[in-house]
C-alpha cells in the first residue's frame, strides 16, 4: 500500500536530518515531499500529489487546496496563526485546518518583556550608560504592580499574559467577544479597556474583523500615557496612524515584534522611534516552543493520514469527508 504524501514547501527550511529527529513516526509513516517552490505552478503540482499540507511561511490559498482535489486530508499551520491559510475556502472544500500553538509561553514571556522595557524604560537606562551619563530625577519609571494591561483577544496566548500579569501585581482586563468570561481577567468592551489600560496587548488571531483593530480612532482612546505592545501580526495596527500617533504624543510609546510588512524597511519611521522597540518577528524563536510546536504539528498530521480529527482544529464547522477512513 502507498504510504500517504506529505507536502513540505520551502525546502530550504530543513537542514539534514531535521526531519528524523522532529518528526520519526511521521518519517516512518509517510513519503514527505520537499518542494522547493512557494507559488506559481510547480508548486500546484506538487499540491496536486498531497494528502496533507504543512504551511510553513507560504500562503496556502484555495487554488492550492484544489489542485490537491479530494485526496487532501487537511492543511497543518506550522504555529498558532492560520491568516496565511484560505480557511473559508478550507471549510467550503471540506478540509479541516489546524494549528500548533506551541509558542503560548514564550510569547507571553515576550509580551512581558517589552511591558517591562517600557515600564523600567530600560533603554533609555541602557543609553545613557553608554554615553557615561548620570541618572537625574527627571526621567523615571514606573512598577509594574498595580498598572493595568488590556489584552485585545484571550485564547491561549492572552490568558498565558494575563496568568504572568498577575503574578507581577498587574490588572488584566480583556476584550474578545469569542471568548466565555474567565477570573484569570474580566471581559469588558473595547472602548473601556482602551481607556483604562496602561499598557494595550494584541493577541487576536488575524481576520477580517481583527485587521487594523488599532487605527486612527482607536488610538486616540488609549491614554497618553498608555504604551501599545504588539506581539501577534503586523496588520492588526495601521502603522501609518501609528506613526502618526506615536509623533504626536497621542500615546507613549510601542512594542513590535510584528510589521505590516515583514521584514520591516529600513526607512520604516517605526524602527528610528526614541520610543518605539522592533523586533523582526523573532521573540517567539525560542529552541522549546519550535520543538513544541514541531511536535503539535506532527501529532495532527498522523492524525489525518489515520482518519482522525485533529484536536486543534481551527474550522470546527468543517464536514469532513475522511473520518475514520485512514491511509
Given at each position: 500500500?502507498?504510504?500517504?504524501q506529505?507536502?513540505?514547501?520551502r525546502?530550504?527550511f530543513?537542514?539534514?536530518g ?6 520519526p513516526?511521521?518519517a516512518?509513516?509517510?513519503?514527505l ?23 510553513r511561511g ?15 486530508r487537511?492543511?497543518?499551520a506550522s ?7 484560505d ?5 467550503e ?5 489546524v494549528?500548533?500553538?506551541?509558542n ?27 554615553t ?5 530625577s527627571?526621567?523615571?519609571g ?20 494575563a496568568k ?19 477570573d ?12 483604562r ?7 487576536p488571531l ?7 483593530i488599532?487605527n486612527?480612532?482607536?488610538l ?16 492588526l ?15 507613549a ?21 526614541k520610543n ?18 514541531a ?26 469527508r475522511h ?5
Amino acid at each position: 500500500m502507498a504510504k500517504p504524501q506529505v507536502l513540505l514547501t520551502r525546502a530550504a527550511f530543513y537542514k539534514p536530518g531535521w526531519i528524523e529527529s522532529h518528526w520519526p513516526t511521521l518519517a516512518a509513516r509517510a513519503d514527505l515531499i520537499l518542494s522547493p517552490h512557494d507559488k506559481g505552478q510547480a508548486l500546484l503540482d506538487d499540491a496536486a500529489k498531497a494528502d496533507v499540507i504543512y504551511a510553513r511561511g507560504f500562503t496556502v490559498s484555495r487554488e492550492m487546496m484544489e489542485a490537491a482535489g479530494p485526496r487532501l486530508r487537511g492543511v497543518v499551520a506550522s504555529g498558532v496563526g492560520v491568516d496565511k491559510i484560505d480557511v473559508a475556502a478550507a471549510t467550503e472544500l471540506g478540509v479541516p485546518v489546524v494549528n500548533s500553538p506551541g509558542n503560548t509561553i514564550t510569547m507571553a514571556e515576550s509580551t512581558m518583556l517589552l511591558v517591562a522595557a517600557f515600564a523600567k524604560q530600560l533603554f533609555f537606562w541602557v543609553d545613557l550608560a553608554r554615553t557615561s551619563q548620570y541618572p537625574n530625577s527627571a526621567q523615571q519609571g514606573r512598577e509594574m504592580a498595580g498598572q493595568t494591561i488590556g489584552l485585545i483577544g484571550f485564547g491561549r496566548i492572552g490568558k498565558a499574559v494575563a496568568k504572568l500579569a498577575n503574578v507581577y501585581g498587574m490588572n488584566p482586563i480583556a476584550y474578545d467577544p469569542y471568548v466565555e468570561p474567565s477570573d484569570m481577567a474580566p471581559m469588558v468592551p473595547l472602548d473601556e479597556l482602551l481607556a483604562r489600560s496602561d499598557f494595550v496587548s494584541l493577541h487576536p488571531l488575524l481576520t477580517p474583523e481583527t485587521r487594523r483593530i488599532i487605527n486612527a480612532g482607536t488610538l486616540r482612546k488609549m491614554k497618553k500615557t498608555a504604551y501599545l505592545i504588539n506581539t501577534a501580526r503586523g496588520p492588526l495596527v495601521d502603522e501609518a496612524a501609528l506613526i502618526d500617533a506615536l509623533q504626536e504624543g497621542v500615546i507613549a510609546g510601542a512594542g513590535l515584534d510584528v510589521f505590516e510588512k515583514e521584514p520591516p524597511a529600513v526607512d520604516n519611521p517605526l524602527l528610528h522611534m526614541k520610543n518605539v522597540i522592533g523586533t523582526p518577528h523573532g521573540l517567539g524563536q525560542a529552541a522549546e516552543a519550535r520543538r513544541r510546536c514541531a511536535v503539535m504539528a506532527e501529532q495532527s498530521m498522523l492524525a489525518l493520514i489515520e482518519g482522525r480529527m485533529p484536536e486543534l482544529v481551527v474550522n470546527k464547522d468543517v464536514v469532513w469527508r475522511h473520518s475514520g477512513n485512514g491511509i
